[in-house]
């Protein structure tokens, strides 16, 4: 049978970005930058992003179009006979561990979603979000169901197919949420007391670069580009020969990057001048955003249309996980595509609710010392995640030719040879190489 195909070029763009902007740089990005110290952390972050995320974007985009294949297939297509499916495997593991952790901090937009509109976020002083927010989430019944809700929604949406259910609505949703972002920028540089904030962000104190800070910002420029975990391989298989690899890995890179650059200048300036911590973990975006909303004239209104961008954010990233799973559950025969969405979904809700009570009922149980939340979270984005990115990095080169993958990057433009050896020899030899030394550097063995 053959593949379902994207509409149109920037469909694709729209849905791969979709992909990649969500949960990890509009929530992770900010809360890990603010433990991590602020701008020593981005700086690192955005060179991971630059020099090993954007060589394995393309990579992975190679893989899934020439493949046109699931995760798992695809790698088993270029090398016939191996066990190198197994990357294909991880990922998709990994994805059903993600979702069911993201799935909890979907659930947490929707509840807080319902607060504002219900009026309970009205009147409060800046520092009361925080608590309010905290207690939202320790319940247990009302986070669960909204969890729930977020992966109905996902389910729904998936199993309708590729291009209708995501398509559509990222062309809209997508620019909407940068013009948010922007005017949210521009309030909260404009605060009292901001300039601390846009320091603390920017100016690189590498005093507080540890091994920890150098694997979470690793994992973080993988995690935001939806890297390792073969979710470009997936979304690249549903392209035609005349798409442009090079230029849309651009442009993912580009949008991905401006908008942890705007979620990071949204939100530290706020912090600093409503003297709230950075360090805050997890429920620092929705301790601080709602305040400088506050902020602002009908600011109320903007942040319930904030939050439903964010939601959509959330959501694009949540297709993008369980198509991985459904696209290599359904690879030998696509009839079940419905049935295959429902029995994911559900399972990885199930899977989920130790991460969902994690705030709450079981805050004591600990793996680790870390919360089973924060455990998935942890597994997923500082070990399975970099693990894959190294595997993939390694397959690449290695299974395919030169001049295959010439010929694969140079369909739908031309032939750039320069930016074809950059390409290649960063894939090659400097992300495996960079990979590895972190976690050696990590574990103490360097
Ligand atoms: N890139 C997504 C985010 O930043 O929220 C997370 C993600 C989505 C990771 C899909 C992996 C993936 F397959």
Redesign the pocket.
Known sequence: MSQEQWNSKLGFIFAAAG???????????PYVAGTGGGGAFFLVFLLFTLLLGAPLLLGEFVIGRRTQSDAITAYQKIALNSYWGWIGKL?VI??FI?LSF?SVVGGWIILYLFEAIRGGLNGLSQDQFGPLFGEMISEPITTLFAQFLFILLTILVVAKGVQKGIERASKIMMPALFILFLLLVIRSVSLEGASEGIKFFLYPDFSKLTSEVILLALGQA???????????VTYASYLPKTQNLPKSMFSIILM?LLIVLLAGLAIFPGVFSFGLEPDAGPVLIFAVLPAVFSQMQFGLLFFIAFLLLFLF??LT??F??IE?IVAAMTRKDRSKRKKATWIAGLSIFVVGIPSCLSYGLMSDVLVFNLTIFDLFDFAVSNVF?PLGALLISIFIPLKLSKSELMEEISLGSKKRKVFFLVWYYLLKYFTPLAIVLVFLDVLGLI
Do not use: R
């Open positions: 992909s990649a902007i969500g949960l990890g740089a509009i929530w992770k990005f990922g990994t994805c993600l993201y993988f995690f935001t580009l939806s890297l390792g975990v073969s979710a470009m991905n954010a959330a990233s949540a993008s996980m991985i995640i």
